[in-house]
């Protein structure tokens, strides 16, 4: 009966909005961290947190999501003045990239994960990467006061996969950050036990398909496979968006070893219909519970 509750709530409401809050070190610096999937929204709800701080450090661990929620959340930074940060053994992809960049400073571990995912656009039904979203990408990025080098790093990154910032490639393309040294950041490395939760992960992603959101379903992905087959963010829109009746996920069920079995049903629009199932394999990386592999057991 729980279960079922659950997954009405998340076809109801897609997928939960990041977790945004406000916390005072013992140091007396001023946190405000963003985790979890970038939603639309999120943006008020950040500025509305950080209206009670003059100056602050944002903690990000973001597996990425909504690019809108991103690039105005990273406004309401550099308009601010805050500071951004990625701790420790923390990831900070896509989206979550893009607000970290509006930093004034960047602080950046040498376990931290920070990498750049392309836009894209559907262009005669095939994945492809967004021009327009890149040019909204670029603009951000010259509002930032960010170099022509790291301007083409960041809009050039590829469609299939991450391109990850490491300290190297981040002194070739001018984009500078500190190492992450202040006592407050370092001490804010989350217990990765506690994310250990493959039907939550599951279900949204699945919530995210029926609503034919390609963007939120693959931040619940392995950031190696994301824009790629079943994981790609405008394919997914694409196929999910021309529905006669939308997916519906009636069970999911965890077996073993991270792995969920779901079912589901849907129809498109060309009245082909699916009553299918299938086993999605999860794993543990940076703290999060992620979609490593699906393996469709009906065919659909």
């Not at 498109?268 to 086993?279: E, L, P, Q, V």
Request: charged share 20%; hydrophobic share 45%.
């Amino acid at each position: 009966m729980r279960l079922k509750w659950l997954l009405m709530l998340l076809m109801a409401y897609p997928v939960q909005a990041a977790s945004i809050a406000r916390n005072v070190s013992s140091d007396g610096t001023d946190l405000i961290s963003i985790s979890g999937v970038l939603n639309e929204g999120d943006e008020t709800a950040f500025r509305e947190v950080a209206a009670a701080a003059d100056r602050a450090i944002v903690l990000l661990d973001s597996e990425g999501g909504s690019v809108r929620a991103g690039l105005e959340i990273g406004r309401a930074i550099r308009l601010r003045g805050f500071a951004t940060a990625v701790p420790p053994q923390t990831l900070c992809a896509s989206a979550c990239a893009l607000t970290w960049l509006a930093g004034s400073p960047r602080f950046l571990d040498d376990t931290s994960k920070l990498g750049f995912h392309a836009a894209f656009r559907i262009n005669n039904g095939k994945a492809a990467e967004s021009g327009v979203g890149n040019a909204l990408i670029g603009a951000y990025l010259n509002q930032l006061g960010l170099s022509e080098r790291a301007v083409v790093f960041v809009t050039s990154a590829p469609p299939e996969g991450i391109e990850w910032l490491s300290v190297e490639k981040a002194s070739s393309v001018d984009i500078a950050f500190d190492q992450v040294r202040p006592s407050a950041i370092a001490q804010s490395v989350r217990n990765p036990v506690a994310a250990l939760d493959p039907l939550s992960t599951v279900t949204a992603f699945y919530a995210s398909l029926s609503a034919a959101d390609g963007e939120t379903a693959s931040a619940f992905v392995i950031p190696e496979k994301r824009g790629k087959g079943p994981f790609n963010e405008a394919s997914i829109h694409s196929f999910f968006s021309q529905m006669e009746r939308p997916l519906k996920l009636s069970s999911a069920a965890l077996r073993s070893d991270g792995i969920v079995r779901v079912a589901y049903e849907y129809v498109t629009n060309a009245g082909k219909a699916c009553d299918g199932r299938a086993d999605v394999s999860t794993v543990v990386a940076f703290g999060k519970t992620l979609i490593s592999k699906i393996r469709a057991l009906d065919g659909c």
